[in-house]
């Protein structure tokens, strides 16, 4: 089980460099070209292919190489194998407990859960099974459902990093932050080389108002992962809490250059372009946040006003009739989207203004005599 991103055994370089010291001049020759040598799970995926032609009814092996390619990151071809797998014998609770990874993998949370399930009944129990139900409920939102998992899970193992990390973000999703923030110290504590561990921990850090704390989550997680995003978000937005803008807008600027996904980078940034007045800049930026979050806070209206200002009315009217959707009755929306809307068809307020102002020409009429 994948917890949240891949561990990492790492050979300290003393100890490389200590055998390489060692070695006899004369047997350098001899030494293996580390970067010929393949390994992983897709190779041994493959090395199971012909024993798999040779006994293709040996499920065992089907199995095998489903979860190697699983590990290897081959869900569809995984899925394949542990069905074949099944077709051939559909007792063991492992085998459907690999479906259920395999399945979770391709995002079908309900299909899942049933293999899972089915896992359970035929006498798998493992607390990794408990995991896998606890995150695909969590995943679903079904949070007591999640939470009851976990527990099980941590019933089992009680140091289990990975369900310490997801009953913290069950309890986040709960806003229930205390338990969280302890229970996301609890899975750094077993597995301190966690960086999504550090980046939920900077970011709910810096949601309560506490940069000095986020700030030292951050920077151990920029440490481990120096191109993880998400940090560099969380970097930059304890300097903003701190009052050092220049800082924390190179921090979201390096997050969206690594992750264009990080809407909030993006926000954050178009919020200082559009403040200077730099229409330009400020709007593919407040696209990409809005496409992402159609709810951040008056992102529509710098969108709609950017616009405007650009001279792209027809763009600028649609955003304030969204506006106007979103706060119905409010006029000042529904004047702008008068306005532009106007501009869009050519029509300018300081033409009609002008005609509706213009001084009548008097024309003299003769009085009547009496």
């Known amino acids: ?121 035929h006498g798998f129990a493992s607390p990794d099974l408990n995991l896998l139900v606890g995150e695909a409920n969590l995943a679903a939102h079904h949070y007591e459902a999640a939470l009851d998992h976990l527990d099980r899970a941590l019933q089992q193992e009680p140091d289990h990093a990975a369900a310490l990390f997801y009953k913290g973000i069950a309890y986040v999703s709960v806003a229930d932050t205390v338990q969280a923030l302890d229970y996301l110290r609890a899975s750094l504590s077993r597995d301190p080389r966690q960086p999504e561990t550090l980046h939920q921990l900077a970011f709910l850090s810096n949601a309560y108002r506490l940069p000095a704390d986020a700030a030292t989550y951050s920077a151990r997680g920029l440490r481990l992962a120096p191109t993880y995003g998400p940090l560099w978000y969380d970097h930059g937005r304890q300097f903003e809490l701190q009052s050092l803008p220049d800082s924390a807008l190179r921090c979201y600027a390096r997050a969206v250059q690594l992750d264009t996904t990080l809407y909030r980078a993006d926000y954050r940034l178009a919020l200082s372009d559009y403040k200077l007045r730099r229409y330009a800049i400020a709007l593919p930026r407040l696209q990409r946040a809005l496409r992402r979050n159609a709810r951040l806070p008056n992102a529509r209206q710098m969108l709609a006003e950017s616009y405007e200002s650009l001279g792209r009315y027809p763009e600028a009217a649609d955003q304030y009739r969204r506006l106007v959707a979103e706060n119905p009755g409010n006029r000042h929306w529904t004047y702008k989207a008068w306005k532009t809307g106007n501009r869009a068809r050519g029509i300018f307020l300081d033409t009609i203004r002008r005609a509706a102002t213009a001084p009548v020409e008097r024309i003299s009429v003769a009085r009547p005599s009496l």
């Open 1 to 121: 089980m994948k917890f949240p991103r891949p561990f990492l055994l790492l050979l300290p370089l003393a100890a490389l460099l200590t055998a390489c010291d060692s070695a006899p001049t004369e047997r350098a020759a001899q030494m293996v070209n580390l970067k010929t040598v393949q390994s992983g799970p897709k190779i041994q995926a493959q090395e199971l292919d012909g024993a798999i032609s040779r006994q293709p009814g040996n499920a065992a092996l089907h199995a095998r190489r489903a979860a190697f390619r699983l590990d290897a990151g081959q869900p569809a071809a995984a899925l394949q194998d542990i069905n074949q797998a099944l077709e051939l014998d559909d007792a063991p609770g492992e085998y459907y407990f690999i479906k259920a990874r395999a399945l979770r993998t391709q995002g079908k949370l309900a299909a899942t859960l049933a293999a899972a399930q089915l896992a359970s009944r």
